[in-house]
């Protein structure tokens, strides 16, 4: 029991940190981005090659993060500040484009095997009886640290306040003389690297492969669905929720965990469907 | 050629068209091998039941693949479970792709943009799930099912050429199913849901039931294209609704030219030609679909059958 509901932590820990950029994103950009999936696994894969190269996890993950930001300004820059306030078709058709050239150049870099990692703490604690491992508290209480982080962001600094506005109404923020896309551009750099950082933290659970960003990504649109497109807070829930049906599920019938996501998806949507 | 007689050109072409396009396709199959072109045929089809939802109502569906997934397991049960009849599977794979478009169509059409790509998407995932797992005891899971069909009268789909002919006629019969549909009050309707909703609805249409009609013949196409395409390779597996291959659809339908037929049936073949010959040259495929994919999106959105349209012709002859 304790064992799913931490399981249930981790995995939604990890939807948060990789969800809210995507909030975020379509919140001030209406633009449902796919090459999201992108700055996840290159993430991943990056954090592989430093560690490889002898680097310390801690190190690796720092550089994995560091070097996903310019490459999450150039996709912003050339890509999705082309798309601003076109059909969404065009976005999703576009930054599905970045995905495929992405995750072939990763592909074309790295290969196409599945790397596994270890468990970088590799130390257990003793929580009421059952043994869970330290790195998964550590993302949990990671998850937590970035949302009140990500809370004082937005309602302390001006830059934050900024955005906060331009979700609110766009226009109104524009008249008063900000020029609210360069605003946006920080909050797209800033969810990619969150991105990234969530590919670093899931990595060791899970094996680095070209595709794990798309699986991912399905579940993590679910999140943003249910939780509701650009609200943070509904984000927070929305993650933790849907990370406990995957632990619940899993538990119950393995490979149905990721389906039921979807299913309660389904039904959200069904009872409060988005006009987007 | 002058500019008097382009649209004319155009407009000959378009009242013997289901001629020419057999005709091109006869020649596709004389040139390359009629196998090849039977399956370039079946994509064509299920290109159309997409941009139907795309092109015409302004729906983009990340998750076609569920439909044609639909229809190839349908037929592959009929004949598994009702004997080798093709025309009662293909009947069965219709009517399936239709009833599951039924089922789901009532929470999907009520979504616009974003959502409406990303709940398809999220329902071709389950349907998928369903496919390789939970129904693995009927659908045979990972190694899929075989198809055998007996032949009924002159229908011997053994018979590569008869499976071509068959399917080539049937491409025709969606064509001008499709070009009836949207040439009809009908057609304007979706056109307009499509440039603005909300304006259709404040004149009284009952914008639900439309886009939900067009939801079911859309599907029910799809599936259709579904089985014919179980019965032209003999066997069914997961791969036909693996939900990472809508893109294949997609990329189709936008390099054709979205909302017109026959933009779905050139990029249908396009699309064909580019992923049966290019994967032999060129090793990183996928990247040079990625920048094609940008290029249309950013520079060449009437894709190529748009192109020839404003070269032949008035731009108002779009269908």
Same mark, same amino acid.
């Given at each position: ?21 995507? @909030? ?46 310019? /490459? ?7 890509? $999705? ?5 076109? @059909? ?50 550590? %993302? $949990? ?43 946006? @551009? ?18 060791? %659970? ?7 960003? /798309?699986?991912?990504? /399905? ?9 509701? /497109? ?15 049906? %995957? ?30 | ?54 092109? &015409? ?28 009849? !093709? ?18 169509? !009532? ?17 071709? &995932? ?111 597996? !997961? ?81």
């Amino acid at each position: 029991m304790i064992g799913i509901i931490a399981y249930g932590l981790t995995i939604g820990a990890i939807l948060y940190i990789i969800s809210i950029g995507l @909030s975020l994103t379509f919140g001030t950009m209406r633009i449902v981005n796919f090459a999201h999936a992108l700055a996840y696994t290159a993430g991943a894969y990056l954090l592989y090659s430093v560690m490889r190269a002898g680097g310390s996890f801690l190190l690796a993950a720092a550089a994995g993060v560091i070097i996903v930001v310019p /490459l999450a300004w150039l996709i912003e820059r050339f890509i $999705i500040r082309r798309l601003y306030g076109q @059909s969404i078709d065009y976005a999703i058709i576009g930054t599905y484009a970045v995905l495929l050239i992405g995750v072939d150049g990763i592909k074309w870099l790295w290969g196409a095997t599945p790397i596994p990692l270890s468990d970088p703490i590799g130390e257990y604690v003793q929580i009421f009886g059952v043994d869970l491992p330290v790195y998964r508290l550590v %993302i $949990i209480i990671l998850a937590g640290v970035i949302f009140l982080g990500l809370e004082f962001f937005f309602r302390r600094t001006i830059v934050g306040k900024v955005v906060v506005a331009g979700l609110e109404d766009k226009d109104a923020v524009r008249s008063l003389g900000i020029r609210v896309d360069s605003y946006f @551009s920080i909050v797209f750099v800033l969810g990619s690297a969150l991105a990234a950082l969530g590919g670093i933290l899931y990595a060791p %659970i899970t094996t680095v492969h070209p595709y794990m960003g /798309l699986h991912v990504l /399905l579940v993590c649109f679910a999140v943003v669905l249910v939780g509701g /497109l650009g609200s943070m807070r509904g984000t927070l829930v929305a993650s933790f929720a849907l990370g406990m049906v %995957i632990a619940i599920t899993g538990r119950v019938w393995g490979p149905a965990a990721e389906t039921a996501v979807f299913a309660v998806m389904a039904v959200v949507l069904m009872v409060k469907p988005l006009e987007i | 050629m002058s500019a008097l007689t382009r649209p004319k050109v155009l407009a000959t072409l378009r009242s013997f068209d289901l001629a020419v396009i057999a005709v091109l396709f006869g020649l596709l199959a004389w040139v390359l091998s009629i196998q090849r072109v039977t399956d370039f045929v079946i994509f064509a089809i299920f290109v159309v039941s997409f941009d139907l939802l795309y092109g &015409q109502m302004g729906r983009l569906s990340f998750g076609h693949m569920l439909f044609l997934g639909t229809g190839a397991y349908a037929s592959a049960l009929t004949a598994v479970h009702l004997g080798g009849n !093709p025309v009662l599977a293909l009947v069965m794979a219709t009517a399936a792709g239709g009833l599951v478009a039924l089922l789901l169509g !009532p929470m999907t059409v009520r979504t616009t943009g974003a959502c409406f790509a990303l709940i398809n998407l999220a329902f071709n &995932q389950v349907w998928h799930f369903l496919a390789l797992i939970a129904f693995a005891t009927w659908t045979g899971g990972e190694d899929g099912l075989a198809v055998w069909m007996q032949p009924v009268g002159p229908l011997d789909f053994g018979d590569k050429r008869v499976m071509f002919a068959f399917a080539l006629v049937s491409l025709l019969a969606v064509i001008w199913l499709t070009r009836r549909l949207t040439d009809s009050p009908f057609g304007i309707l979706l056109r307009g849901i499509k440039q603005n909703e909300m304006r259709v609805r404040f004149l009284g249409y009952d914008v639900f039931r439309a886009k939900l009609l067009a939801f079911v013949v859309s599907g029910a196409l799809a599936a259709f294209a579904g089985g014919l395409s179980a019965l032209n390779y003999g066997y069914v597996t !997961p791969s036909f609704v693996d939900p990472g291959r809508n893109v294949e659809v997609i990329f189709a339908c936008l390099i054709g030219g979205a909302g017109s037929v026959y933009g779905a049936v050139t990029g249908g073949v396009v699309y064909m030609l580019i992923s049966n010959f290019l994967p032999s040259y060129v090793q990183r495929w996928e990247m040079l679909l990625g920048f094609a994919l940008l290029v249309l999106v950013f520079r060449f959105r009437s894709g190529l059958w748009g192109f020839v349209v404003s070269r032949l012709g008035p731009r108002a002859e779009e269908t």
